[in-house]
Nanobody, 124 residues
């Protein structure tokens, strides 16, 4: 079992930035696919960004150019840098992972391990 713990959520003004972190209980290099997903109240969960073990990335169209997913160089941590935030980005953000790296895409939500989420609120 792999534990994932998100942090870094909070409330910011529109146009602001946040960095989310996801700590893992095992070496991050052992995980073939990791990603960030989000769910707003009353809406279905949607994929935001994914990253494979080779560090190739994929993004949802709604966040391209604003969000960056990355892995920490030393620490067992996954990051999501978010800039130019919009109230539509308000949601609970979840970190997820799987041992396999295929498929690894924000449109594919059948990840094996999930964190409990961190709340992001963007004020207009």
């Amino acid at each position: 079992q792999v534990q994932l713990v998100e942090s870094g959520g909070g409330s910011v003004q529109a146009g602001g930035s946040l960095r989310l972190s996801c700590g893992t209980s095992i070496g991050i290099s052992a995980l073939g696919c990791m990603g960030w997903f989000r769910q707003a109240p009353g809406k279905e969960r949607e994929g935001v960004a994914t990253i494979r073990s080779d560090r190739s990335t994929s993004y949802a169209d709604s966040v391209k150019g604003r969000f960056t997913i990355s892995k920490g160089q030393a620490a067992n941590t996954l990051y999501l840098e978010m800039k130019d935030l919009d109230p539509e980005d308000s949601a609970m953000y979840f970190c997820a992972a799987a041992f396999t790296d295929r498929p690894c895409d924000p449109n594919y939500q059948r990840m094996t391990f999930w964190g409990k989420g961190t709340l992001v609120t963007i004020a207009s």
